[in-house]
């Protein structure tokens, strides 16, 4: 590497923050946002000392929410702050952050704006540098903004400090593998799946470990690190030097696989494929099957394994809970009788009910990137009709998603009837429950397909539809968020098979609701030019 | 028989306006050029004939159809290359071709094994990995392929090489042996003339001119070459001759095309050692047009 080869980043640096200006300032805004209601209902809702203490015995002695979002690491405001906002810091920090510098980076290079860029006096290594500036720059704006807004309400500084850092340093770490993944993979999409399943993975490994109090195992994942910085109790500052080694390491890592590579190649190289098409490819459906599958799989082996480790871990955590009388007590006021594996179970299935909304999103958009791609010209341009092309592409979606949630189902209920001893009556149970989340997703599916058809350029809507939805499932939780407003989310009405809710109503409702957003996409999709 | 009838087409993408009252009649068997400049709408049009968009106003009849509500029907009958072909990475040209075909039918495998014989490509690579040129062979195959009564090519020979684009004519030339009509899309003038029985000339949303390249010469100018053994006088003072410019003993100039028969004859005073000229290009007329036609521009 030559010193040459970084000419250009403070022209690139500008560029990007002049292009997307506003989404970075939406993340930071969202992070600010979330960080300052968090704040505001936990000051409203625990006014006295003993009020906290109270809660945070209650929810320590929680497996499932140990293992969901963590340990409370000592009874004061601050250390509940960071407990509750810490989940939604790391999705959102790590998401947006690897989404960033992949979008800097292969999408540049997908759609051949890299090659313009490259052709002018800009270094080779230019654009990877540009991208990991700005979102290390953005992430550290961050930190500075929640350290302002802690302080703002009184919280104690150096905790307060600890915790920003660790939500930027984190971020940091995200970008980091944003930059791998843009170099590794050989075009956007699968650079994003990549990135975003060493997110879930590094989540995962956090809360089996939490989840089984093997502490060694939080120490291998970024999101154990997190936590271990402690902040309003131990505050161990020698953590950020962990994190800065890991990042510089994965910074050079994507620097040495980028000079190891061409112009619009992945590090895998390109093997001959095959010269003809398979006979069953000759349908818009068979495209969209082939075109989708893919993803399909990966997801449903992120299910598979989830339905596993989950269905392990809950007969551990009911049989640990069993012996905590004041939390068997406290779950007695919550759900009635309900064993305390279904509670947490139940609260699992919250979390994968909105990966899977995730795929659902990913899969009806799919349409959109074909047309961005002028792929679907190709397609539209052959006896192939509007409806057929966009009711292929549906149809994988409602059914990928069908598939993925009986998939949990089915292994998660086998394994935790196994080791209950009881399958026969476990299974079926805890199948009908994940799947009575599938109403709820076809209706956020549906909502991107309505806005494909009608608002094409508008369909990024979506997203942010699935972020409101967590946002208030989260908020909910700690009641900050009022019943009716609740209401608003599909997830609301999924009746909780788990503790013997067993309405067919609210499903039917759903089902009836996703149908006519598909169809008003559909209809609109017919009557609108393709872009 | 009118193949495509256009009239008065109007496309806005938003307040700008695309198409501006286009006209354009295309008959069965011929060969027609559409030539102009990049951004002149082009595309649109095309786009607009194959029902991926809707007009604004005027009338579209394609195969005698409506290519906004008969799509699927309309669409049995013809093959489409975009300008700017874009593939599925993961997709080797092999399988495009043979989904692209089956889409519209059947695929002939004798012919399909021909053509890709004949551009010389290798159907095993994938799309992703393909140059621009070779992406553009894959759409010209899988159009070609396909036995309809029509094409519709935007920029087909972008990208190819002369090697190639020489094959590409004689696809055009079979297809209209076989009594094919052919929609062809252009920006270069050449390419267009050697091909085309009719032409038009679309700028800024707005026909220009319409017509048989034989009908258009007469508006244009040659450029003429000339390197003499005498130096030449009094050429300037000839009608229809301008932008002299004078290298030693070679000269270069514009003629109208009324002029040029008196200018032959009056180099040849000049002991003439070797003359090239040679047609206008697309840009000589389109500065042609902005010349002598300021009415013909679109506000």
Redesign the interface.
Known sequence: MKMEDFTGIGKLVRLNIRRDWKLLLAWALVISLYMVVVITSFIDLYTTPQMITQFVAETNSSLAEVALVGKILSPTLGALIAWKAGLPMYILGGLASFLVVIKYTRTEEDTGRLELVSSMAVGKYAGLTAALIVAFGINLVIAAIAIAILLGFGIPAAGSIAFALSIAVLGCFFASVGGIAAQVC??TGPARAFAGGILALAYLVRMVADGTSISLLSWVTPAGWMEQVQPYSGNNWWIFALFIVAIAVLTALAFIISSRRDL??GLMP?R??????SPG????LA?AW??QRSMLFAFTVVFVVCGVLIGLITKAAADQMSTNPQFMELLARISGNAPAGDSFFAIFLVILGFVATIYAVLAALKMRSEEN???A??????????LRWAAGNVAITLVGTAVILMVFGLVAGATYGVSMGNVGSELPRVFFAALAYLPAIWVIAGIAVALFGLLPRLTILSWGVLVVCVLIELGGDIKIVGTSIMGISPFDHVPMVLSGDNSILPLVGLVILAAVLISAGLIGFQ????S | MSVIQISKLTKYYGKNRALNEVDLNVEQGEIFGFIGPNGAGKTTTL?IL?????KNGGSVSLLGGDPWKD???L??R?A?V?G?V????N??G???????A???GNVDKARRAELIQRFDL?????C??YSKGNRQKV?IIAAFVSDVELY?LDEPTSGLDPLMEIVFRECIAEAKKAGKTVLLSSHILAEVERLCDRISIIKEGKIVESGSMADLRHLTRTSVSVVTGKPVTGLSELAGVSDIAVDGSSIRFSVDSTGLNAVIQYLTRFDVHSLTSAPPTLEELFIHYYEHAPEAKVR
């Open positions: 050989g075009s619009d190649t390109q001959p494929g095959p010269a003809t098409a490819l000759r349908s818009s495209l082939r075109l791609e002028m792929h010209d190709v397609i539209l341009a052959t006896p192939v009709s509007r009557r609108r030019d393709i | 786009r194959l029902g991926l968009l809707g799509r699927v029907a669409h049995r013809l489409y975009p700017d874009s593939l599925w990475p997709f080797t092999g399988e495009v071709i043979d989904l692209l089956r889409l519209r290798d159907p095993t690579k994938k992703g990995t759409a519709i």
